[in-house]
Nanobody, 123 residues
Framework: QVQLVESGGGLVQAGGSLRLSCAAS????????MGWFRQAPGKEREFVAA????????YYANSVKGRFTISRDNAKNTVYLQMNSLTPEDTAVYYC????????????????WGQGTQVTVSS
């Protein structure tokens, strides 16, 4: 069992940056593939980024590729999402999640989820 807590959300102007953090407790994050998802009002939850365990291969949705960077610090049991060049279309609640397998990283069938953190980008 692992508990995930996101932080770092907030209000930012278009073109700005935010760094989200996902801190884990209960078990070490190093054994999980970690993902970030987001859900905007009236829309389905969508995959944003994932990072595998071990060598830490990274994966991104096309909409954020080149702007967002996912990373992990296993010593701190924390995963990050650095978000640059934000646009109003990035406004959503962002969730981190953990899964055992790296395959299927873009699917929503992660075993553990945080409570989410709101990101609002103003134009």
């Amino acid at each position: 069992q692992v508990q995930l807590v996101e932080s770092g959300g907030g209000l930012v102007q278009a073109g700005g940056s935010l760094r989200l953090s996902c801190a884990a407790s209960g078990r070490t994050l190093s054994i999980y593939t970690m993902g970030w998802f987001r859900q905007a009002p009236g829309k389905e939850r969508e995959f944003v980024a994932a990072i595998g365990r071990g060598a830490g291969a990274t994966y991104y949705a096309n909409s954020v590729k080149g702007r967002f960077t996912i990373s992990r610090d296993n010593a701190k049991n924390t995963v990050y999402l650095q978000m640059n060049s934000l646009t109003p279309e990035d406004t959503a609640v962002y969730y981190c999640a953990a899964r055992w397998t790296e395959s299927g990283y873009a699917r929503g069938d992660y075993g553990y989820w945080g409570q989410g953190t709101q990101v609002t980008v103003s134009s």
